[in-house]
């Protein structure tokens, strides 16, 4: 288990980093604890995540593709697994800020070729990335890109 304060923390982060981005979408947001803490602080959540069992928020009960109608202002994504990418290619694809802090890659790569891999991606597409870190244990590395 992850350290269950990085919803809180993560959810603090984000309306700091991105005060007028209300409507998020949480990808691979599990049971919805990073949508109630950020819908706590006002914002506009939708999480998705394949899971039938989860809190009483708003969710689409799907993985996410690259076809999905965008009604977003910034794509979050919380340990994302292997959704890690999609969520860079999703922000690409209709200009969207997105902050990601990853864990496992989608192709083997260890943890930190893979942060690199990420931010290298991001940049190619045309993204400002920075990179934080959250005060959790474990993969606490968020990385941030906007296009400005
Ligand atoms: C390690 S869990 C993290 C869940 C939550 N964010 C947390 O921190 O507790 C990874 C989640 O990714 C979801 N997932 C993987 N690929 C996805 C995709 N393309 N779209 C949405 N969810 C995805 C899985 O169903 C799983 O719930």
Redesign the pocket.
Known sequence: M?DLQ?FERFADFLVREFPSETRIWD????MG??NEALTARGRDVLT????AKHLPVQFAER??TLGEPCAADLIVG??????TR?IVEYATRHRLPFAVIP?CSDNSMPYKPWLRHIGEIAREAGFTVSESELKISGRCRVIVGRFV
């Open positions: 992850g990085r990808i691979a947001g599990g604890k990073l998705f995540d394949a899971r993985l996410l919380l340990h994302p697994d292997g959704a999609i864990c």
